[in-house]
């Protein structure tokens, strides 16, 4: 939101907060390193939880770190079950459907 505020202070003759934040809903993204439980209900704030998918940030970030990080997701979140289980495999298999 920052971002998207202070853009048009910066290019007066570029896109809105507004279209900024449409553009922005129309990303994809990944859960690879959440800062912690509280980073989600934010994430969601601006995410369409059907454009969030899986991450790990493997093999850049060591297995056991990813392992806590994908227990985090799993247990700490506050996410539902269906927006896990869409996180982890349903939203990429809407994407790639050759790969269901």
């Not at 553009?23 to 509280?38: E, H, I, M, Q, V």
């Amino acid at each position: 939101m920052r971002f998207c505020e202070v853009q048009p202070a910066l290019d007066p003759e570029g896109p809105t907060t507004g279209q900024l934040l449409a553009k922005f809903k129309r990303f994809y993204w990944d859960t690879a390193l959440p800062s912690g439980p509280n980073a989600f209900p934010g994430f969601l704030g601006l995410a369409d939880h059907e454009r969030i998918l899986f991450g790990s940030d493997f093999p850049y970030t060591p297995a056991p770190g990813a392992a806590a990080f994908n227990r985090l997701l799993g247990t700490r979140s506050g996410l539902t079950d269906e927006q896990k289980a869409a996180f982890n495999q349903g939203n990429a298999k809407r994407i790639f459907t050759r790969l269901t």
